[in-house]
């Protein structure tokens, strides 16, 4: 996916769906949103989980301070003291070790999964702790920019699609995957329109690239 790939899919969904191209038509389209591929991306995604992005991007920023780097040893050298008066929880501060130290020996091969198609990057991934499917599907989506993903387990992905079609209740995560048919294969980009209009509804703004350092 690149800038010139993303607007011609933007024109294509806006001319053939009217929910999509009223959510371009109030809130414009938004710059393409990616993250480079790596450890740091996927540190941030972790921190992502279950919170909100400011919160994620304060607890990134503050490890990111401590350790000077983010890099895999320097995480794992950072005690877990340190990483919870960060605001990284028990919980996220063993998966942030689980990733340090699977990248650290080669068991994840982080340059590989560019090679992989999006199952194999999903069965990479989810093989740690603390990655999940919603986890890999983001990796997949803003990292490797794959044209077709359509992470399900989005919360916000749920409600701006329930506020996007006028739906009366915010869809399952089995009803967001049949509705999200009609964006195949252009799904991604569905998705980044979607996520757009949300934040800009909530006067919020997407975690911007600088600040993974």
Do not use: N
Request: with cysteine; net charge negative.
């Amino acid at each position: 996916m690149d800038d010139t790939l993303f607007r011609r899919t933007v024109e294509e969904l806006t001319d053939s769906d009217e929910h999509l191209a009223a959510l371009v038509e109030a809130h414009g389209i938004p710059p393409l949103w990616l993250r480079p591929t790596g450890f740091p991306s996927l540190v941030l995604f972790i921190l992502e989980q279950q919170v909100s992005l400011a919160s994620a991007a304060a607890a990134y920023a503050r490890v990111l301070d401590r350790v000077g780097v983010m890099t895999p040893a320097a995480v794992l050298a950072a005690t877990p003291e340190d990483l919870r008066a960060d605001g990284v929880s028990r919980q996220k501060d063993r998966y942030l070790r689980a990733l340090a130290t699977a990248v650290l020996t080669r068991r994840l091969d982080l340059d590989r999964l560019a090679e992989l198609d999006d199952d194999g990057v999903r069965r990479e991934l989810t093989s740690l702790p603390g990655i999940g499917r919603w986890t890999a599907d983001v990796y997949l989506l803003a990292c490797l920019g794959r044209p077709d993903l359509w992470p399900v387990g989005d919360r916000a992905l749920q409600v701006a699609t329930a506020e996007a079609l006028g739906l009366d209740a915010v869809p399952t995560q089995g009803e967001l995957e049949d509705l999200g048919e009609r964006w195949r294969p252009h799904r991604s980009t569905a998705a980044r329109l979607l996520w757009h209009g949300y934040l800009d509804r909530r006067g919020r703004v997407e975690t911007p690239v600088t600040v993974l350092g």
